[in-house]
């Protein structure tokens, strides 16, 4: 009973994690809630509106520190409710780092996970010659993550060689889990 209770927290909070990111990152690039397709993503997050009253936007609106905030506070839940769960407890240093570090690794791998999915997408457009609207706004989440990356690498053409992104990210993830591994018994 205890492992379902288990797997069960787990996944509502692997949920709204993703759900906050995604909010995160529609802002991020900048789409309207008035899209139809866009705005149950912005109905489902409202709370990230009432956590904006407190924590303001950045660069132009277009950064969400009250989404980061929530983001953190899911973490932090997770991570004591997971904790709770197996009967084991947590301090709070230990629960802060755990979670800043764990944030940075969801929020590294999702953004992964975007740039496959858009490449994924890219590819049924150029095989099928036609575009759903959720192609479309897959394309555009990973704009802004991708940009930089198109920036500094040349154009040519249809060759898109900023492919090398994941592997920038994957590498991200090693070295921060492995820093994250070498400091965290330091912590207790």
């Known amino acids: 009973m205890n492992n379902m209770l288990f797997q069960i927290f787990d996944l509502v909070t692997t949920f709204v ?28 997050t409202h709370i990230v509106d009432v956590f904006g009253r407190i924590f303001p936007t950045v660069g132009q609106g277009r950064i969400s520190i009250a989404a980061i905030v929530l983001m953190f506070l899911i973490r932090l839940i997770d991570i004591s409710g997971k904790a709770a769960l197996t009967h084991k407890g947590i301090a709070p240093v230990p629960l802060f780092f755990t979670g800043t570090i764990s944030l940075v690794l969801d929020f590294l791998r999702m953004c992964r996970y975007l740039v496959i999915g858009s490449i994924i997408v890219s590819w049924i457009v150029v095989f099928t010659q036609s575009q759903h609207p959720i192609i479309g706004i897959i394309v555009d989440l990973a704009e802004p993550i991708l940009a930089p990356f198109r920036r500094i690498t040349p154009n040519l053409g249809m060759i898109d060689l900023s492919n090398g992104r994941l592997h920038c990210f994957y590498l991200l993830e090693m070295f921060i889990g492995g820093f994250a591994a070498s400091f965290m018994p330091m912590l207790g």
């Open 17 to 44: 994690m993703m759900l906050v990111f995604i909010r995160f990152m529609l802002q991020f690039a900048g789409m309207d809630a008035s899209n139809p397709m866009i705005a149950p993503a912005y109905k489902a």
